[in-house]
């Protein structure tokens, strides 16, 4: 299954985007990363086989091993891609969150996009490494 990371806006050549490349190069499965333009259209439809995660503020908040599970279903499930969604500095509306399979909260606090793209990269990492019972992750 792709791990599809879609953001708002560019990251270039900072401290978070060495983060992000760090946890997206130690990624077992497929991955990419799509920037859009900070304003301006939609992403494209989606696939029926692709599931739309949101990171949004209201979302859930999942521990490491529940996000992992459900990755582990799709994945298991024949779904062809997993897109995570990061909005621009005014979020989504209520229609783009309607539209979600999921809704990924890192809390309620507001987040700068471009830790969010880092959190949601080791979250990544970190749910793979869950699902291949690799020492990464430890319980406590």
């Known amino acids: 299954m792709l ?7 560019r990251i270039g050549r900072t401290p978070e985007a060495e983060l992000v ?12 990363i799509t920037e859009l333009p900070d ?3 939609r992403p494209p439809p989606l696939d029926p086989h692709t599931r739309l995660i949101m990171l949004d503020e209201t979302g859930e908040v999942l521990p ?17 891609e997993a897109r995570f969604m990061i ?14 399979d999921l809704l990924l909260s890192f809390g ?3 987040w700068p996009h471009l830790l969010a793209r880092a959190m949601l990269a080791e979250q990544l ?3 793979s490494t869950i699902l291949a019972n690799h020492p990464y992750h430890r319980e406590g």
């Open 125 to 127: 990492y970190r749910a």
């Open 3 to 9: 791990l599809h990371i879609v953001a708002r806006g």
């Open 21 to 32: 490349d760090r946890y997206v190069k130690r990624l077992s499965w497929p991955s990419k």
């Open 108 to 110: 309620r606090a507001t």
């Open 64 to 80: 490491s091993k529940a996000l992992a599970e459900k990755l582990g279903r799709w994945r298991d499930d024949g779904v062809r």
């Open 87 to 100: 909005g621009a500095a005014d979020g989504f509306n209520d229609a783009d969150r309607a539209a979600a």
């Open 39 to 41: 304003t301006g259209g």
